[in-house]
């Protein structure tokens, strides 16, 4: 299943895949850096808090009950200006609310298992002569002697005194008399300081320009590849490609460029091959020619001047085909619709029936010439064996010729045939219709040139249709 929101190129691609893994990455790091963060922050203020109840527990422990109950009115009584229970809350010179919220970007939920770790520290402290009991605060809260917050939260928690935990520690003396001490804790966890998301959010910054560059050196290499590729069958003589990027890119476009030398070597070879042959070949058919005309029997001079004509005309034919694409036609603008005009009105004064119906939506990139005659040859055929030719014009991702006739069509297993060079069906081999058998093989050049496909099929209700389908460049 494709996902819509995916990119669809390579480059696309591994830019999107880099930067999803390096997000992944940093939040998984930023959860354990919190967690981390949270766990050290509540062992320290365990210790911190542990400390302080063992000295105040062991400073009232010499006391009377009376005496240690008024000692805990007065740590207990609020100081001017503070609500009660939150004495002690931040030590001398902290900062305050609303400069330290801004300070703090994430929280994680709690650890668990903070009462038992603060009991237990606590009770190896104080020693088996005490009771030691933890529990949240009970609404409303009774009096208790407050525990100052450790120094490193102590900020934070003041900007968020309205989400504060609060627990009572209940410590239990041999005579059996007990204190009440109160701790507070953040409600969401320790935080982390906004300094720490400004610096994860360069650091992926300078991922992401990283990767750019590195994707886009990979990718960039393997488009040209993809460009001098499509242009193969295109150009006459297509550039070199440069031979740059990582060494398997290099090696590859260095292949494929000896292969585009190869080629081109080997088609210029068979090219001068057959202009030389074709050139011989003029020699003797004039030779032939003159001799036929010295004949007295009228007959055979009609005869064999039809046969050297169609020698002549292979000849010719098979030049052509052979030379291929190199006729130094340049890529131009082509207007569909004007060239289909023409043919129709060059294939009227030949008195042959030709209906276009559609229209192209836009112009085409390609060879005028190279693609008049592609469209020639295929009219031609159809006003030739199938009595008239019908052009349907469709433009859309694709621009789509159909070229139908009313003929007997073709059969199955000879679809394909058709477009071998001087191939001719058996209905079709005399002089009057039959051709040199080249027409279709040139079409189909013609169409692959312009890096098209070319097909024929028959149709449900009689008759041959050729589809000519040219891509629209991107």
């Known amino acids: 299943m494709r996902l819509k ?14 930067v999803i893994a390096v997000l992944l990455a940093h939040t998984v790091a930023l959860f354990l850096i919190a967690q981390e963060r949270e766990h050290f922050v509540m062992q320290g203020s365990v210790r911190e808090w542990v400390r302080r109840i063992t000295e105040t527990t062991l400073i009232l422990q010499p006391l009377t009950p009376a005496q240690r109950a008024g000692a805990v009115d007065e740590l207990a009584a609020p100081r001017a200006g503070q609500p009660p229970y939150a004495m002690n809350l931040m030590p001398e010179g902290a900062g305050h609310g609303p400069a330290s919220a801004e300070r703090v970007f994430v929280r ?45 939260e102590a900020h934070e928690l003041a900007a968020h005194q309205g989400d504060a935990l609060r627990y009572d520690v209940t410590v239990r003396y041999p005579d059996n008399d007990a204190v009440v001490f109160r701790v507070t804790r953040m409600a969401g966890g320790a935080p ?33 590849l993809a460009r001098a590729a ?17 060494r398997e890119l290099r090696d590859a476009a260095r292949a494929f460029n000896t292969m585009q030398d190869r080629l081109r070597r080997y088609l210029d070879s ?11 070949l003029k020699t003797p058919l004039t030779r032939l020619r003159l001799q036929v005309e010295t004949l007295d029997n009228p007959p055979m001079q009609e005869r064999i001047g039809r046969e050297l004509d169609e020698m002549e005309s292979m000849v010719r034919e098979a030049l052509s085909l052979f030379r291929g694409l190199d006729d130094g036609e340049p890529v131009s603008t082509i207007d569909l619709d004007a060239l289909l005009a023409k043919i129709r009105e ?9 209906a276009v119906s559609g229209a192209a939506a836009q112009l085409l990139r390609g060879r005028p010439q190279m693609l008049k005659r592609c469209l020639t040859n295929l009219i031609a055929n159809a006003v030739e064996f199938g009595g008239r030719a019908e052009v349907i014009v469709e433009d ?10 009313a003929g007997p069509g073709i059969p199955p297993a000879e679809l394909e045939r058709v477009f071998e060079p001087f191939y001719r069906l058996e209905s079709s081999r005399n002089r009057s219709s039959g051709g040199t058998g080249l027409g279709l093989t040139i079409a189909r050049d013609i169409a692959q040139a312009h890096g098209g496909t070319l097909t024929l099929q028959n149709l449900p209700a009689g008759g041959l249709e050729a589809t000519l389908s040219l891509p629209r460049r991107r």
Request: charged content about 15%; proline content about 11%.
């Open 108 to 152: 994680l939920p709690l650890l668990p298992g903070f009462e038992n770790t603060l009991r237990e520290h606590l009770q190896a402290a104080l020693g088996p002569g005490y009771t030691v009991a933890v529990g949240a605060t009970p609404e409303p809260a009774p009096p208790a002697v407050p525990v100052p917050v450790p120094f490193y």
């Open 396 to 405: 859309g991702a694709q621009l789509i010729l159909r070229v139908r006739d």
């Open 192 to 224: 982390l300081p906004r300094n720490l998301l400004q610096n994860l959010i360069l650091l992926v910054l300078i991922l992401v320009v990283v990767l750019y560059v590195v994707a886009r050196g990979i990718t960039r290499p393997l488009s040209d």
């Open 346 to 354: 060059e294939f009227a004064l030949m008195g042959a029936p030709v």
């Open 5 to 18: 929101l995916w990119p669809q190129s390579l480059f696309g691609r591994l830019l999107a895949a880099s």
């Open 230 to 246: 499509d242009s193969l069958g295109r150009e006459t003589r297509p550039s070199q490609l440069k031979e740059r990027g990582a």
């Open 270 to 280: 068979r090219t001068r091959v057959l202009a030389a042959m074709s050139h011989d």
